[in-house]
């Protein structure tokens, strides 16, 4: 495992296949195994010998019948009835055990659980709490109601329960609407569920294989603004650092100072460099010292091969020791992606997220499968002749593992490629005909963290899922540009309506008119969903905005999407972007993070009374900020805000204050 110069990652474990269908688990003959002078045995008898197990505990926590506990430690304690004296009489086999009066195959399946659940097996750690939570969620998100009723020895009201919680509104299990429990505290609030019940969860999925059934992968997330030293840009640089042999990199923009430094360390020590680059579009066209000095030229004369494509490069993604030449090497490499670029605005201005995945196979190769594709149509940047591109092999859909926890999407599927150019497909959408069959899907919430909200089909598809179900928690945060008056709405309506006569009857004229640009905040909020704006400004400019740059989307707190994708018709027909999905108990460590983070945002500055005190600023005080530390507002207020500054500042319209918004973030009262 990589170090990444920050905390600890938080490995989880996915379902081997035996375990994830719950037609297809089958119950252990737990005493069979237990066979003589087996770790299993072993472990066992550990467990009755041990001093500090008495008759409450293999009663309650081993969940023994009280008989079959109390007989146990009377026969190792002796006719004193106390334990560590001289007439103990421990038990030295697996039958010695066995033969204890209600003792029988459901007694020796719980202590063997139980035994391995808490470190008894020999040459063993004990699991710890965060695995033991995992098993507990897992057989609960997988067994059937009779297995988790017979089987797991569930109270048959909590088995039904169960699953009812799980098959979601339609009360199917196995459908597109299921739930998954994400957390103990969500198993636990189902009825019939409590203390025991969790119990035998746990010590039927350690006893049944669920500890260890797949490698770990690993994950973690940089949520910026961040102090430099603690930003994603660190932690890219340290990874580059710890690469061996290949780094691919598509990125937007890229102007750190640490990465670059690392990555030429790393082209010196053999690691060799691909990089697709927005930028290079650009650099390609100067000539003498701007193209010398430019950022594609700093990058070629490492030795690191730069290219560019002939649509916009918008993805932020890099596959560190990737599966280059090897589809192996997906198992141990690790990518970045996310919202954030590699800029120092990206780090410590903005609000970002970048994700580092390692291990986790499907996601990294379908990242692979990508970059490659872009590689092999892209054009040279063309400017050190000694540049030596890399060999790759190609990957296959048929390389790709195709789970339910991982997945990752990509606009590039709306182009058509001939040699070095790609063209638009005619009415391809696949990246927000993915996002619009999660929102359609969604039982419970719908939390959106976007810059931009201009795509009609995720727009609507919000919008109809409020009219279908009112009382689902949609929330939508949003930058502050994205704000517009309900006169405006009303004049993009117009230009629509106007668009869609002069179209006619043409069916792409109309498609046109559909796909423009168009501000869907506030349709949305006049539909019934809660959307809310980071503001920080009475005028939008570049040069102070402390963007909400994030691009992820959050499914009933159990899958996220992130990635460059903007929810836009730009994202999806003009640029090259990414939008990753992650499903599922084995990302729950990951998608609390985002949840988190996305409450987080959601209250900005809500309880400090940040807002009142501008107002009272705007009204009473001579001089006072049309800039100003961001907050997170809706509509109405920042309505009421804006109205309040142009009263007491009419000339905030005024030509001078238009021109040259970063010379005027204060507003004087009669200057």
């Not at 467990?47 to 007989?71: F, G, I, K, S, W």
């Not at 986790?360 to 054009?379: A, I």
């Not at 994205?482 to 006169?487: D, F, M, Q, T």
């Not at 539909?527 to 009475?538: E, H, M, S, T």
Request: net charge negative.
């Amino acid at each position: 495992m990589r170090g990444l110069g920050f905390p600890v990652l938080f490995a989880l474990t996915t379902l081997a296949a035996g375990c994830t269908d719950a037609g297809d688990v089958e119950v252990a003959d737990q005493a069979g195994y237990i066979s003589a002078g087996s770790p299993e045995e072993a472990a066992v008898l550990a467990l009755v010998n041990d001093p500090a197990v008495d008759q409450a505990l293999l009663d309650d926590d081993v969940a023994l019948d009280a008989r079959a506990a109390t007989n146990i430690i009377a026969h190792r304690d002796g006719a004193d009835t106390l334990v560590g004296t001289a007439d103990d009489d421990l038990f030295d086999t697996i039958g010695e055990l066995d033969d204890i009066s209600y003792v029988g195959q459901s007694a020796l399946a719980k202590l063997l659980a139980y035994a391995q659940a808490n470190g008894y097996m020999p040459g063993t750690a004990a699991p710890t709490q965060a695995e033991l939570d995992y098993v507990t969620l897992a057989v609960a998100n997988t067994l059937g109601e009779t297995d988790l009723d017979d089987t797991v020895g569930l109270d048959s009201r909590a088995a039904g329960n169960i699953v009812t919680w799980r098959a979601g509104l339609d009360g199917i299990d196995g459908t597109a609407d299921d739930r998954t429990f994400m957390r103990l505290a969500q198993l636990d609030d189902i009825s019939y569920v409590g203390a025991t019940a969790l119990g035998k969860l746990r010590d039927w999925g350690v006893a049944n294989g669920y500890l260890d059934t797949v490698p770990a992968h690993v994950a973690d997330t940089i949520f910026s603004p961040q102090p430099y030293h603690q930003s994603h840009n660190v932690a890219v640089a340290n990874l580059i650092d710890q690469a061996q042999h290949s780094l691919d990199i598509a990125m937007y923009s890229f102007s750190d100072a640490g990465i670059y430094d690392a990555l030429e360390a790393a082209v010196l020590r053999g690691v060799t460099v691909r990089f697709i680059f927005e930028t290079a579009n650009d650099d390609r066209k100067k000539t003498g010292t701007s193209l010398d000095n430019s950022r594609s030229a700093r990058l070629e004369n490492m030795g690191i091969d730069v290219r560019w494509v002939n649509k916009i490069m918008h993805h932020k993604f890099a596959i560190v020791d990737g599966p280059r030449n090897s589809v192996a090497q997906a198992a141990d490499a690790l990518v970045i992606t996310g919202s954030g670029n590699w800029s120092f605005g990206a780090a410590t201005k903005y609000d970002e997220n970048t994700l580092f995945l390692e291990g986790d196979e499907e996601v990294t190769l379908r990242l692979q499968q990508e970059f490659n594709h872009l590689w092999d149509h892209s054009r040279d940047f063309a400017y050190n002749p000694n540049v030596v591109t890399p060999s790759a092999i190609a990957i296959s859909d048929n390389d790709i593992p195709d789970g339910d926890a991982s997945h990752a999407y990509f606009t590039s599927d709306n182009f058509n490629v001939s040699g070095d150019t790609f063209s638009v497909k005619s009415n391809s959408n696949t990246v927000s005909d993915a996002l619009v069959a999660a929102i359609t899907n969604a039982t419970d919430a719908i939390w959106i963290a976007s810059g931009h909200l201009r795509s009609r089909p995720v727009a609507e598809a919000l919008e109809a899922k409020k009219q279908a179900m009112p009382g689902i928690d949609i929330r939508v945060y949003l930058d502050g540009q994205e704000y517009i008056s309900s006169w405006y709405h009303q004049t993009q309506l117009d230009e629509l309506d106007d668009c869609m006569a002069a179209a006619g009857t043409s069916v792409s004229k109309q498609r046109k008119c559909q796909d423009r640009g168009f501000y869907f905040g506030y349709q949305l909020g006049q539909a019934g969903v809660d959307v809310r704006y980071k503001y920080y400004a009475f005028r939008w400019d570049y040069a102070y905005a402390a963007q909400m740059h994030n691009k992820f989307l959050l499914i009933d707190g159990d899958e996220l999407w992130t990635g460059s994708y903007n929810l836009s018709d730009n994202a999806e027909h003009n640029t090259f972007e990414n939008m990753v999905q992650l499903r599922g108990l084995p990302h729950a460590e990951t998608i609390a993070a985002y949840e988190a983070r996305f409450l987080g945002l959601w209250e900005t500055e809500r309880t400090t009374g940040r807002y009142d005190q501008l107002m009272a600023s705007v009204q009473n005080d001579t001089t006072f900020p049309i800039v100003f530390d961001p907050m997170a507002l809706d509509h109405a207020e920042i309505t009421a805000l804006k109205s309040a500054i142009v009263s007491a500042c009419p000339q905030v319209y005024s030509q001078a204050f238009k021109d040259d918004p970063p010379a005027h973030q204060t507003c004087t009262v009669g200057n």
